[in-house]
């Protein structure tokens, strides 16, 4: 059993940036590939990015491409989402996600686990 906390949520104005990081129970956590998704109201829930067990490798969506940067410390068990350039468009609730023995999936149904959520709002 994992259990994942979200934080660093909150509002800022476009161009800006948040940091988000999401910490794990347990003492399992290097065997989770890890993901990042988000949810704005009235649309599903999509893929942000994802991070391999040990951290070597990396996906992203194309429209998060070169300004979001996901990264993890399993020494801490948590994974970051580091957000820049924000847009308007990026406002949504952010959930982080841990996939058993995976080295990250862009597809939410294969995760485990979820966190809570964390709102992130972008001002124009």
């Known amino acids: 059993q994992v259990q994942l906390v979200e934080s660093g949520g909150g509002l800022v104005q476009a161009g800006g940036s948040l940091r988000l990081s999401c910490a794990a129970s347990?003492?399992?956590?290097?065997?989770?590939?890890m993901g990042w998704f988000r949810q704005a109201p009235g649309n599903e829930r999509d893929f942000v990015a994802a991070i391999s067990r040990r951290g070597g490798r990396t996906y992203y969506a194309d429209s998060v491409k070169g300004r979001f940067t996901i990264s993890r410390d399993n020494a801490k068990n948590t994974v970051y989402l580091q957000m820049n350039s924000l847009k308007p468009e990026d406002t949504a609730v952010y959930y982080c996600a841990a996939d058993f023995w995976s080295d990250g999936s862009s597809r939410w149904g294969e995760y485990d686990y979820w966190g809570q959520g964390t709102q992130v709002t972008v001002s124009s």
């Open positions: 347990g003492r399992t956590f290097s065997r989770y590939g």
